[in-house]
């Protein structure tokens, strides 16, 4: 009996070690597409995208606290807008130089900025108001995005959405010509744009990439002559790309771009090789748009109104700050903008300066008026549960206990209103459009011979001072100037 059970035991022995293989090579064969989901940027945004199917992000539930400092730091003004540049959002993003914040910071901060009563615009009604069209409401912000990428708006669609609140899209079109993982299809951008929460802009065609010079040094393509390249031919080159991005975006939304944003904030005073450039570019800019954004002197960012210079508009590049951050930062801001009065220090929390509470209001719906809606938008509904992730970077604030609160529904705002073909009626006459250049002659063929170039405007909007400039400006990489936000995925 003892040798039959043993000989059963010894038979069993081989298959109970190919099971316990296959338990041990189960999660081993996982390993390599939990590392690809977690490891690569790729891997995160397929991974973020499934996340997002199924479970979309929503904005946080503020305390009573959180709702009173909101209110009690919120900046006043009237006429000037905050124009904010967002990167990346989600782990899928390039963080390179701190321009990613998560989906729950975003969340935080449309929630901070909806309790402090700003009213979200969008770079066409910027264009509109700064050209003697329907001024803008009081306490306005600009949201807006670089490039078209796909994690950007996958993540803050529904947050926007929920928010009742509209951004602006600054489009890279031939990245859009050509999508991959990381930016989105024409396709994916005219769903956006029809929900009526998406400016969509230009930020060139196939200008958003550094180039070689003949110095040997790299510098962005849209501010520097190629080898051998003269300035009438960067001329053509520019005024080409740009056609090329409007008509793309006219082509696939139907309405005209009137608002530009400086591939890596670059506009010719520094990053060229030629002083003539900034001159040509903003000639070529001013051909086909009312308003351009750069990001300089990020410390002193102010509010943008009309009395600065149009194609020198300046935008403050959002970091992972909490919500009463960001809204300091504006009410800062808003000290710097020309005809505003500097707003007084207010404590971000009224316990910690030892004076009562500032009582719970609801923001003035009737706050500034607002151009007339001409897309219907769905309802702002109230907030959702508290999804905000501990940041180890940022402080943490001490937080009051108080009963919760759920914000009431936020006026809708409107939907972009893109002035007509003509354009919105200008305060300053822009260069009259001339004829269309002829195409760029092939590598294989010579360039055309020297022909007089149409009127353009000769008076270089006012903007940052000019730096002296050299025959060739060495500058170092994308990357390695902090500027990885706006590197391509080969760069």
């Known amino acids: 009996m003892s040798g039959a059970s043993s000989t059963r035991s010894r038979a069993l022995r081989p298959r109970l070690r190919q099971v316990v293989s296959g338990l041990i090579a189960i999660p081993l064969?996982?390993?390599?597409?939990?590392?690809?989901?977690?490891?690569?940027?790729?891997?995160?945004?397929?991974?973020?995208?499934a996340s997002v199917?199924?479970?979309?992000?929503s904005l946080p539930e503020?305390?009573?606290?959180?709702?009173?400092a909101a209110i009690s730091a919120a900046p006043k003004y009237q006429g000037p807008v905050m124009a904010l540049a967002y990167h990346g959002i989600g782990s899928a993003s390039d963080g390179d130089g701190g321009f990613v914040v998560s989906p729950e910071r975003f969340a935080e901060h449309l929630a901070i900025l909806r309790a402090a009563g700003m009213r979200a615009v969008t770079a066409a009604q910027v264009a509109a108001a700064f050209s003697g069209g329907r001024p803008l409401p009081a306490k306005a912000v600009m949201i807006s995005f670089d490039d078209g990428r796909t994690d950007a708006m996958m993540f803050a669609d529904p947050l926007l959405a929920e928010a009742g609140m509209v951004a602006t899209m600054f489009v890279i079109t031939g990245a859009a010509e050509k999508p991959g993982i990381y930016y989105a299809s024409w396709e994916k951008l005219e769903g956006y744009a029809r929900s009526g929460r998406w400016d969509l802009q230009s930020h060139t065609s196939g200008l958003h990439h550094e180039q070689e010079t003949a110095a040997g040094s790299e510098l962005p393509a849209l501010t520097s002559l190629s080898p051998g390249e003269s300035l009438d031919e960067y001329r053509l080159r520019v005024r080409v790309d740009l056609r090329r991005a409007s008509t793309a975006i006219e082509g696939h939304v139907g309405r005209r771009p009137v608002a530009f944003a400086y591939p890596f904030g670059a506009y010719g005073a520094e990053r060229t090789n030629h002083p003539g450039i900034r001159k040509v570019l903003a000639e070529e800019v001013a051909r086909r748009y009312h308003v351009a954004f750069h990001q300089d002197d990020q410390e002193k960012v102010p509010l943008v109104s009309s009395d600065d210079a149009r194609l020198g508009l300046r935008r403050l590049e959002v970091g992972d700050?909490?919500?009463?951050?960001?809204?300091?930062?504006?009410?800062?801001?808003?000290?710097?903008?020309?005809?505003?009065?500097p707003a007084p220090?207010?404590?971000l929390w009224p316990e910690m300066a030892g004076g009562e509470p500032v009582p719970v209001?609801?923001?003035?719906?009737?706050?500034?008026?607002?151009?007339?809606?001409?897309t219907?938008?769905?309802?702002?509904?109230?907030?959702?549960p508290s999804r905000l992730l501990p940041r180890r970077t940022v402080p943490t604030l001490p937080r009051?206990?108080?009963?919760?609160?759920?914000?009431?529904?936020?006026?809708?705002?409107?939907?972009?209103?893109?002035?007509?073909?003509?354009?919105?009626?200008?305060?300053?006459p822009l260069a009259a459009p001339a004829p269309e250049p002829t195409p760029l002659p092939s590598p294989t063929t010579a360039p055309p011979t020297t022909a007089p170039l149409p009127p353009v405007v000769t008076t270089t909007p006012a903007g940052p001072p000019t730096t002296t400039i050299g025959p060739t400006v060495p500058s170092p990489s994308c990357r390695s100037q902090g500027k990885g936000k706006n590197c391509p995925p080969d760069a």
């Open 361 to 374: 209001e609801r923001p003035d719906s009737a706050d500034g008026t607002t151009p007339a809606q001409s």
């Open 53 to 57: 199917a199924l479970r979309p992000p």
């Open 29 to 49: 064969s996982a390993l390599p597409f939990v590392a690809y989901a977690n490891l690569t940027p790729e891997g995160r945004l397929v991974r973020d995208r």
């Open 400 to 428: 009051v206990t108080a009963p919760r609160v759920t914000l009431p529904p936020a006026p809708v705002p409107p939907a972009p209103t893109v002035p007509p073909a003509a354009g919105p009626p200008a305060v300053e």
């Open 62 to 68: 503020l305390t009573k606290a959180e709702l009173a």
């Open 345 to 347: 220090e207010v404590p």
């Open 321 to 341: 700050w909490s919500g009463l951050q960001l809204l300091e930062r504006i009410r800062k801001a808003s000290g710097r903008t020309r005809g505003l009065e």
């Open 376 to 384: 219907t938008r769905p309802e702002a509904g109230s907030v959702g």
